[in-house]
């Protein structure tokens, strides 16, 4: 069956990089796209950019200058990288499928704390 | 970006009885290619979302009939009917039509 798996590190240093994976299973990353959403404790959703299946990417202009998603199809696997973390980036990052969001990572949550 | 206001912000309801949450978006979600990409999602307490309603009316695979969504151009609905105790949580619609994609705040569905 479909699944999403997100991992990562549960604290980061201000300023710092984050580095996050989505490991994918029951689905080809070549034939679907991946997307990665952010939520704040108790708040909405905020998307943050998809890797399409053909290997290109897009991105929310809101972290276009220190956000980057990349893969690696062999391992089933989605990357995100954010620079420059701020203590407003804390929140829940979740992985999620195709643009309608079919089938979503348990999420990873982030704390930017020193 | 296209700004999706939810109303209302809380709901309360009696199981068995019947909701509706409204969805508007700032600009027309009609794409160029024809479809209308909104949708909705349930988060319950704990959880990751679920995708419920994609492009506007049709159900995603094993959600009840019970979950209707309805609407055009700036305009949605989603109506759950006899509701349920798995029914409660926080209902999100979401538009894919424009980047970047958006999602409204949230409706929370609680009992009465």
């Known amino acids: 069956q479909v699944q999403l798996k997100e991992s990562g590190p549960g604290l980061v240093q201000p300023s710092q990089t984050l580095s996050l994976t989505c490991t994918v299973s029951?689905?080809?990353?070549?034939?679907?796209?991946v997307h990665w959403v952010r939520q704040h404790s108790g708040k909405s959703l905020e998307w943050m950019g998809r890797?399409?299946?053909?290997?290109?990417?897009s991105y929310n202009s809101a972290f276009t200058s220190r956000l980057s998603i990349s893969r690696d199809t062999s391992k089933s696997q989605v990357f995100l990288k954010m620079n420059s973390l701020q203590t407003e980036d804390t929140g829940t990052y979740y992985c999620?499928?195709?643009?309608?969001?079919?089938?979503w990572g348990q999420g990873v949550m982030v704390t930017v704390s020193s | 970006d296209v700004v999706m206001t939810q109303t209302p912000v809380s709901l309360s309801v009696s199981l068995g009885g019947q909701v509706s949450i409204s969805c508007r978006s700032s600009?027309?979600?009609?794409?160029?290619?024809?479809?209308?990409?909104l949708s909705w999602y349930l988060q319950k307490p704990g959880q990751s979302p679920q995708l419920l309603i994609y492009?506007?009316?049709n159900r995603f695979s094993g959600i009840s009939d019970r979950f209707s969504g309805s609407g055009s151009g700036t305009d949605f609905t989603l109506k759950i009917s006899r509701v349920e105790p798995d029914d409660l949580g926080v209902y999100y619609c979401?538009?894919?039509?424009?980047?970047?994609?958006?999602f409204g705040a949230g409706t929370k569905l609680e009992l009465k």
């Open positions: 999620a499928r195709n643009g309608v969001f079919d089938y």
């Open positions: 029951g689905f080809s990353l070549t034939s679907y796209s």
């Open positions: 890797m399409w299946s053909d290997g290109d990417t």
């Open positions: 600009q027309s979600l009609v794409h160029n290619n024809g479809n209308t990409y």
């Open positions: 492009k506007v009316s």
């Open positions: 979401g538009q894919g039509t424009q980047y970047p994609y958006t």
